[in-house]
Structure formats: structure tokens, C-alpha cells
């Protein structure tokens, strides 16, 4: 009896998705990965916590498309397959959420964890390696830095100063204006991309 106990009061540790599959955060299977799952989940998480400018939410969806639009532009000669890491290197966050660096930071490595441990479910499931190259990382993460100096600047309230000093100053993609658009719209989008760049 006492063991039923227990058993029952086993926190759960997986979430239902609107296609039906059942993902374990602590033990994601690739096999109950998705993309229309993941092209929902992160067209209704909003960036900088909802702290955007416009009647419009700015979602991780429009903001994962960004991040490869910028990663060709840093690499024009780098390979489809490379463009699909960077659309896919926020899709952890369609069940976790888009968890602001300062909450991070105070969370420690438990979300860190969590957060590779779903990114390596979702690598294998789409034909990429668990783990990216570190150059592959570096670009992806020097083109997420650009999109966030343009976010900040334009949408959620920083100045220029405040922007290079966290961001740093992008090289490219200045001119870029971004406007928020419908989680719909940020979801085709995305399904889109992923379709060019080879998603079955």
C-alpha cells in the first residue's frame, strides 16, 4: 500500500501534445517528436516574456525564422541541413517556454539540462547529429545574438546602448525591420522553412 502511495504521487513528467503523442521532459523519445507540435507550441510562446511592443505578441515562432534567415546571411555558402539546426534551436521551448537569460541564471542547470536533453530528442528526430559541431553552434548563436540586439532595439524597449552592451554590434541585418505577426502567421512560416530546408 505504502508503495501504490508513492507511485501515485510520482509528479508527472510528460505533456500531452494536440497530435496526440505524449512527450517525457526527462526522457524524451525522438519518436514523440513532431513538427506541427513544435510549429503550434512555439507560435504561441512570446519572446521577452510578452514585453514587446503592438497589439501583437513577438513569438519564439518568428524569431527561430529570423535566426535562419540571419544564419544564411552570415554563411551564404552553409548547407540546408545547417539551416534547419538554426530554425530548430529554440524548439525545446514549445514545452518549456521561452525562459528569459536573467531566470536562467537563477534557475541554474536544471533547465539547462532539461533544455539538451529535449534538443537531442529533437536533433535525432529531424536527421541531425544530437550534439551540432561547435562551429555550427558558434554560427547559430552568433546570428541569435543579432536577432536579439534587433528585438530589443526595435520591439521590447532597449536603447542602442543598452543593446551593444548586451548583444553586442551586429555586423549584418540592421536594416531588417521586424513586424509581429499572428500566431498563425508565425506558424505557417515556420512550417514553410522547414519544408524548404528539407523536413520530411
Excluded: C
Excluded at 25 to 37: A, C, H, N, Y
Excluded at 38 to 44: D, Q
Excluded at 127 to 153: F, N, Q, V, W
Aim: hydrophobic share 40%.
Amino acid at each position: 500500500m505504502r508503495s501504490k502511495l508513492k507511485a501515485d504521487q510520482t509528479p508527472r513528467a510528460w505533456q500531452r501534445m494536440l497530435s496526440g503523442r505524449r512527450l517525457d521532459l526527462l526522457d524524451p523519445s525522438p519518436l514523440d517528436v513532431e513538427i506541427e507540435d513544435i510549429a503550434h507550441g512555439l507560435s504561441r510562446v512570446a519572446r521577452w516574456n510578452g514585453q514587446t511592443a503592438g497589439p501583437i505578441a513577438y513569438t519564439v515562432a518568428q524569431h527561430s525564422v529570423l535566426v535562419e534567415q540571419l544564419v544564411a546571411r552570415l554563411d551564404p555558402d552553409i548547407s540546408q541541413k545547417w539551416r534547419l539546426a538554426a530554425l530548430l534551436h529554440d524548439a525545446p521551448e514549445y514545452v518549456i517556454g521561452d525562459m528569459i537569460t536573467p531566470f536562467k541564471a537563477i534557475i541554474g542547470p536544471g533547465y539547462k539540462e532539461i533544455d539538451t536533453r529535449l534538443i537531442t530528442a529533437i536533433h535525432v528526430r529531424f536527421g541531425l547529429p544530437g550534439t551540432l559541431p561547435h562551429k555550427i553552434e558558434a554560427l547559430i548563436k552568433r546570428a541569435d545574438r543579432i536577432s536579439a540586439y534587433l528585438e530589443a532595439t526595435q520591439l521590447a524597449g532597449f536603447t542602442v546602448t543598452e543593446a551593444r552592451k548586451f548583444f553586442g554590434v551586429p555586423k549584418i541585418g540592421k536594416e531588417l525591420a521586424i513586424q509581429p505577426v499572428t500566431p498563425d502567421q508565425a506558424k505557417s512560416r515556420y512550417l514553410e522553412r522547414y519544408r524548404v530546408l528539407g523536413g520530411a
